[in-house]
């Protein structure tokens, strides 16, 4: 086992860290830092032995990883993991001559990391909690992007999914009654903590960001990926899609729905449709105004990465709202007739 300690200045950027040998006490902080979620213990079972795992402060969250460890006298927490730290039988045991080389490293690989906040973290930590008190019945998702998405849902009954960008639960919710074999992921820890109320504490939910790799999962581990309104707030699909072909099974599906290209290019008053920008609107619709950044694309950008990444596209729905719709808000389902507000795409493995 190895203990690591990680402190943190009141701006809540790391210090240093240290690591330890089992049954090693970690140095004091100066007057002037704060301890961060205690000492972390590594489980074999979550690591390799010799792999460094840092903890991160709360408020520097999130960071690319999603292992859990157990902290002494607190509940799991995230950790973040750097393979390329694995030097075995040096790391294992203290060495004061090591420790500056650690302590300065280690600082510059955090703040450097910590600077690669998603762009829509803050805001979802925001409005996390509104956004879970009306998801059930908010007509765009209730009765427009999930009667949709699930339309288009193949058998699932015993299929391991991933569930990528979970919010609070609502898709696993319905994955998990249909049989499947869920990981959810999410990149706020917030939403973590939401979707964990409403699932219940046998729910395999971890805090991912789906901009770095995905690390955590191993090739072909799972049947279909399920990515609903998450990928607007990324701007490198190719990587992310990637990625999901390599944890997917030979013969595994991707779905996921976004902005539909022709209402953000209009929506967002776009003078360079062909290109992939960040944009930003004001949401009023959760019972609290935030401020949400997102990516807009064109339509090629939308289907071209899938195809680069090795997929073959089988369905392309431009969703319709539903009679429900209708009767919550008769403007925005006319609007909506008119002309679509989002895009689903599912594929398969090529």
């Known amino acids: 086992m190895i203990s690591l300690a ?141 009667p949709a998405m699930i339309g288009l849902w193949p058998e699932l009954d015993g299929k391991r999914v991933l569930d990528a960008g979970c919010g609070p639960g609502v898709y696993t919710e319905s994955l998990l009654e249909r049989g499947a074999v869920v990981t959810s992921i999410d990149v706020s820890d917030r939403m973590i903590e939401l979707a964990r109320q409403r699932l219940g504490p046998e729910a395999d939910l971890q805090l991912v960001d789906l901009t770095q790799p995905l690390d955590m999962f191993r090739d072909r581990e799972f049947d279909f990926v399920n990515a609903p309104l998450c990928l607007d707030y990324i701007d490198d699909w190719r990587s992310l899609f990637c990625e999901f072909k390599r944890i997917l099974k030979p013969d595994g599906q991707f779905q996921f729905s976004c902005g539909h290209p022709a209402f953000d290019a209009e929506y967002f008053e776009t003078e360079d449709y062909f290109s992939v ?12 105004n935030v401020v949400m950044p997102s990516y807009r694309r064109p339509l090629q950008e939308v289907l071209m990465p899938l195809i680069d990444s090795g997929f073959q596209i089988e369905q392309v729905v431009e969703p319709q709202p539903t009679d429900q719709f209708r009767q919550a808000d ?8 008119h002309r679509p507000g989002f895009l689903c795409v599912r594929a398969k493995v090529g």
């Open 277 to 288: 920008e960040r944009v930003e609107c004001t949401w009023t619709g959760f019972g609290k």
């Open 330 to 337: 008769l403007k925005r389902f006319n609007a909506l007739m």
């Open 6 to 146: 990680v402190w943190a200045r009141t701006s809540h950027w790391v210090k240093g860290a240290r690591v330890h040998g089992e049954g090693e006490a970690p140095a004091e902080p100066n007057q002037d830092e704060l301890p961060v979620m205690g000492t972390a213990i590594v489980s074999g079972k979550a690591l390799a032995a010799g792999s460094l795992v840092l903890v991160p402060a709360a408020s520097a969250l999130p960071l690319t990883g999603g292992f859990a460890c157990g902290s002494a006298g607190a509940s799991p927490s995230l950790c973040l993991v750097l393979p390329f730290l694995v030097l075995p039988n040096m790391l294992l045991v203290y060495d004061d001559t090591l420790s500056d080389y650690l302590d300065a490293f280690l600082c510059s690989t955090l703040q450097t990391l910590m600077t690669r906040k998603p762009i829509a973290y803050d805001a979802y930590q925001e409005l996390a909690d509104h956004y879970a008190a009306i998801i059930d019945t908010k007509p765009h998702n209730a009765y427009y992007d999930r």
